[in-house]
């Protein structure tokens, strides 16, 4: 989930599963709210100003999801917001000027618009006095540059043009969250806070990122042996390590290699095209006495923990553990080759959920 794009798919091939070695936390006792927001504070990395201010909305996000404010919880989420921003509330992304100058290329060269018409149509002053143009020069931060679509989409046909009502910035915040899950999560668990303005702005705000970051991460069942998987499913998406470990053992049993990737369908304005998962799993329709429409099914279920209960999964790995004579794993580091403008390094889910995982362990170590 980053600026633009998310992820795409690297390959790989029946990958052991990742062991954190985190060790086993005792059941921590119920905490008061004050007691709460102490432990959370003195959790917290060194060097972070206002700290008190950071443990009142990490502890705000718990208390309306009613999540408990254990070591392990705390620090799974002090490890990603580390990871994402280093605690900023919203961090400055090297080159972000080029980056929005890109995609408005991109777009224009998509509508065979001349890129000099477009880039006069951006000369016109904004809102705020300035042009878009030297708007988006200036831009450092996601926040920012929301902002100038969200202006330019409200005020000028070229933008609406473009964009179609949709701004293009999809992250944001100390959390790096979705904005798009961040829309799905209101409403499906009302929002705490009085808006200001619309819940993309709430994104960039420290209240609403940790509290929408906070929802990716933990409000979710999952019965993951170690947080590790948590930390890649916030990378990748709801139950992508449990997916993954299904299409290992998939591919154990059918003996069709697969990409690890935890996405069982297609996606995309392919959705009635059967993805590699599922052909795969086609091959094995009569062995489980199941139709292409059953196994269909049952992969459509694939972004719930109710998938965990359907013929497909638990007929999979029931067979594929006879075959192996061992038991498999239950989740899985997926493995996603991660692509985004932002991006300039060679980086993967597995890398975003180690580092992650590190951050976690020391986290724990600072625990009374």
Request: aromatic content about 8%; proline content about 7%; hydrophobic content about 40%.
């Amino acid at each position: 989930m980053r600026l633009f794009p998310r992820a795409v798919c690297g390959v790989g091939l029946l990958a052991l599963a990742a062991c954190s070695g985190t060790p086993e936390q005792p059941e921590a006792p119920t905490l008061s709210p004050t007691q709460a927001r102490a432990l959370i504070e003195r959790l917290l990395p060194s060097g972070i100003a206002d700290r008190g201010g950071w443990a009142v909305d990490i502890y705000a996000g718990f208390a309306a999801m009613e999540l408990a404010a254990t070591p392990s919880n705390i620090c799974s989420v002090i490890a990603v917001t580390e990871q994402e921003s280093g605690f900023q509330i919203d961090p400055p992304v090297p080159g972000l000027a080029a980056i929005a100058w890109k995609e408005i290329d991109s777009r224009a060269a998509a509508l065979s618009l001349p890129k000099v018409v477009v880039r006069t149509g951006l000369k016109v002053n904004s809102p705020d006095g300035r042009s878009y143009a030297a708007r988006i020069d200036a831009a450092k931060t996601e926040r920012a540059l929301s902002e100038i679509f969200d202006d330019l989409i409200g005020a000028l046909p070229l933008g609406r043009t473009f964009f179609a009502d949709r701004n293009p910035v999809r992250t944001g915040g100390p959390m790096q969250v979705s904005i798009a899950y961040a829309e799905q999560q209101a409403e499906r668990r009302p929002y705490p806070y009085v808006l200001d303005r619309s819940l993309r702005r709430e994104v960039f705000t420290r209240r609403g990122g940790m509290y929408f970051g906070i929802a990716h991460l933990l409000d979710y069942p999952a019965s993951y042996p170690q947080p590790i998987f948590r930390f890649a499913d916030f990378n990748a998406g709801h139950y992508a390590s449990r997916n993954a470990a299904f299409q290992s053992a998939l591919s154990l049993l059918s003996g069709v290699p697969l990409v690890l990737d935890g996405d069982l369908l297609r996606f995309g304005g392919e959705d009635d095209k059967p993805s590699q998962t599922e052909l795969a799993a086609r091959v094995l329709a009569k062995r489980l006495g199941m139709s292409h429409g059953d196994i269909r099914d049952d992969l459509q279920r694939g972004d719930a923990e109710k998938f965990e209960r359907t013929r497909l999964y638990e007929q999979v790995f029931e067979r594929a553990e006879q075959a192996e004579g061992r038991p498999l794993p239950r989740a899985l580091l997926p493995q996603i080759q991660l692509k985004s403008p932002k991006i300039s390094r060679n980086l993967t889910t597995e890398w975003f959920a180690k580092r992650v995982d590190e951050r976690y362990r020391r986290c724990l170590l600072r625990a009374p």
